[in-house]
T-cell receptor, first 114, second 110 residues
Framework: AQSVTQPDIHITVSEGASLELRCNYSYGATPYLFWYVQSPGQGLQLLLKYFSGDTLVQGIKGFEAEFKRSQSSFNLRKPSVHWSDAAEYFCAVGAIGGYQKVTFGTGTKLQVIP | DTAVSQTPKYLVTQMGNDKSIKCEQNLGHDTMYWYKQDSKKFLKIMFS???????INETVPNRFSPKSPDKAHLNLHINSLELGDSAVYFC?????????FGEGSWLTVV
C-alpha cells in the first residue's frame, strides 16, 4: 500500500532563513509526488509535482523539491522564507485517474518568526 | 471565478440531523472527489467519481452518500450526523495528474 511520512509535525524558522521540509514515501511503482500548501482556513494549493524527468522540480512561490529514488524522499526546499509562507504543508504520493488515488502525509506546520 | 466551489463553508448542526454539502467545478474535469480532513489535519479520500460513476469508495459509513447529477457536480449528503463527523470536507476535481481542491466546508456537530 502506498504511504507518505512527514516526520516533522511542526517547524519554526526565521524569516529569510532557508527551509527544508522532509517527505518519505512508499509506493509500488514509479511514484507521482506532490506538495500542497494549506493556509489557515483555506483549501489546498498545489506547489509542485513530480512525474518523471529532472529530479529537481521547481514550483510556485519560489519552492523546489528534489526526488531521490534511493532514499524514497521528496523534500521541499526554499532558500529564503517569507512570513507569508507560514502554513501547513502536505506531501502526497500516488496517481490520478480511474481506481488510482493520491495519499497524503499528515502535514508539517511551518511557523515563521521575524 | 472559483474553479472548485463548495457550499456551505461553515455548518454547525446537532447530532442526528441530516445535512448536505454541495460542490461544483467549472474546469470541465471528468473526475471529482470528496476528502475528509480531521482535527489532526489528516486528509483522507472518501469518494471518487468519474463522469458521474462511483470509482473509489473508501471505508466510509453508509450514512455518507455522494450524489453526482452531472460531471460538474458532486454533492455529499450525510444522514444521522455524529460528533465524530466533525471535520473539514474538501471537494476536488482532477484532470491529467493534478487535483484541484475547493476551499473546504467546516462541519461541526454538537
Amino acid at each position: 500500500a502506498q504511504s507518505v511520512t512527514q516526520p516533522d509535525i511542526h517547524i519554526t524558522v526565521s524569516e529569510g532563513a532557508s527551509l527544508e521540509l522532509r517527505c518519505n514515501y512508499s509506493y509500488g511503482a514509479t511514484p507521482y509526488l506532490f506538495w500542497y500548501v494549506q493556509s489557515p482556513g483555506q483549501g489546498l494549493q498545489l506547489l509542485l509535482k513530480y512525474f518523471s524527468g529532472d529530479t529537481l522540480v521547481q514550483g510556485i512561490k519560489g519552492f523546489e523539491a528534489e526526488f531521490k529514488r534511493s532514499q524514497s524522499s521528496f523534500n521541499l526546499r526554499k532558500p529564503s522564507v517569507h512570513w507569508s509562507d507560514a502554513a501547513e504543508y502536505f506531501c502526497a504520493v500516488g496517481a490520478i485517474g480511474g481506481y488510482q488515488k493520491v495519499t497524503f502525509g499528515t502535514g508539517t506546520k511551518l511557523q515563521v518568526i521575524p | 471565478d472559483t474553479a472548485v466551489s463548495q457550499t456551505p463553508k461553515y455548518l454547525v448542526t446537532q447530532m442526528g440531523n441530516d445535512k448536505s454539502i454541495k460542490c461544483e467545478q467549472n474546469l470541465g474535469h471528468d473526475t471529482m472527489y470528496w476528502y475528509k480532513q480531521d482535527s489532526k489535519k489528516f486528509l483522507k479520500i472518501m469518494f471518487s467519481y468519474n463522469n458521474k460513476e462511483l470509482i473509489i469508495n473508501e471505508t466510509v459509513p453508509n450514512r455518507f452518500s455522494p450524489k453526482s447529477p452531472d460531471k460538474a457536480h458532486l454533492n455529499l449528503h450525510i444522514n444521522s450526523l455524529e460528533l465524530g463527523d466533525s471535520a473539514v470536507y474538501f471537494c476536488a476535481s482532477s484532470a491529467g495528474n493534478t487535483i484541484y481542491f475547493g476551499e473546504g466546508s467546516w462541519l461541526t456537530v454538537v
